[in-house]
């Protein structure tokens, strides 16, 4: 029961409150014109991740109300909940006032910083050869790998906000795939954090599917990438999950930083070279994009649940060559 009571509540509180952050959004000023990597026709709203954070807060307090969590659970919550806060100011002054990139990744780190302390990191991982649990040592080698993944994902989930739909749907994917996932290794607890989540961004989603109304703006990716990435690290066998479900978003971005230093250009200077874009750009509707990016995280979601690690490494070593592969030939035409 807790678990309907969690996902619609956060579903209902995003559902509400999409309106009240558009109209704030124009209200405020804080908007995006057309021009520039979107090729959007008018004036959009910027403040869409102020409904999905409200919702997932609204959720995280009926957790604490029917089934507060104990012991490291409790402790790890307060670590996710926390970071979380500090990457939403983040990406709000974003909103509001374009920031430099050096403030930016300021903002993930700090945020990643408060999780650490309270033993959000990744101290071991899944081996996919063996199944086996891999400690990581020392610590300092740990601490490195938590900062990457977590500003990685955060970043990932950012440039992936390109079409209408695109990360919000994807991040709901891989959240109801981290419950599923959860639940089924026996963390009825922690099951419930990933569920608020995706209630949330179910709730967000028809503002925000094509043709948007809204967008999700740095604080709503920021968000949503920093979530994803801690709930993945809480249990280590979440790690290859998300690798999976984010996959394709992942292989992009390290295409466009090797694209992009190759040239002799910043990694950090937007463009329209990202797959979803380069699909856009070659005359596939973006329905068609955001459902077929659905369709794949979704797929190599059950995979990363239900196949044996070896074939986990398999797969992803496939995918990725077949996307490179893409991104050369359509860099070619």
């Known amino acids: 029961m807790i678990y309907f009571l969690v996902f619609g509540l956060a579903l209902l509180v995003a559902l509400g409150l999409t309106p009240l952050a558009r109209w704030l959004s124009v209200r405020w000023g804080v908007v995006a014109h ?3 990597r979107r090729k959007h026709g008018r004036v959009m709203p910027l403040l869409g991740g102020l409904p999905v954070y409200g919702a997932f807060l609204v959720g995280m307090a009926a957790i604490y109300w029917f089934a507060p969590p104990a012991g490291e659970d409790a402790k790890l919550l307060r670590g996710i909940l926390l970071g979380g806060l500090v990457v939403v100011v983040g990406g709000f002054l974003d909103d509001f006032w374009e920031q430099p990139a050096w ?18 990191f990744i101290e071991r991982f899944t081996n996919p050869l063996t199944g086996e649990l891999i400690i990581v040592q020392p610590t300092a080698v740990a601490i490195v790998f938590t900062l990457f993944w977590v500003a990685g994902m955060m970043n990932t989930l950012n440039w992936l906000d390109g079409l209408d739909g695109l990360a919000a749907g994807v991040s709901t994917i891989a959240a109801l795939l981290f419950a599923w ?32 109304k809204i967008f999700l703006g740095s604080a709503g990716a920021y968000f949503l990438g920093y979530s994803l990435a801690t709930m993945s690290i809480i249990a280590p066998a979440k790690i290859a ?17 090797f694209d992009r230093v190759r040239q002799g250009r ?15 750009d070659a005359g596939w509707p973006t329905q068609r994009i955001v459902l077929g990016y659905y369709v794949v995280s979704l797929v190599l979601g059950l995979v990363a649940i239900f196949a044996p690690g070896f074939w986990k490494l398999v797969l992803f070593v496939g995918l990725s060559t077949a996307v490179l592969g893409m991104f050369i030939w359509l860099s070619r035409r």
Do not use: E, K
């Open 34 to 36: 057309p021009g520039g």
């Open 181 to 212: 996932h959860s639940y089924n290794l026996g963390q009825t607890t922690i099951a419930l954090f990933p569920l608020a989540l995706a209630g949330a961004l179910l709730g967000f989603l028809p503002y925000n599917f094509t043709p948007a």
């Open 103 to 120: 403030s930016q990744f300021a903002v993930q780190f700090l945020g990643t910083a408060v999780a650490i302390y309270f033993d959000v």
């Open 241 to 257: 999950t998300a690798l999976l479900v984010l996959a394709v978003p992942i292989i992009d971005v390290a295409w466009q930083i």
């Open 266 to 280: 910043s990694p950090f200077q937007g463009d329209r070279g990202h797959l979803h874009f380069r699909l856009a």
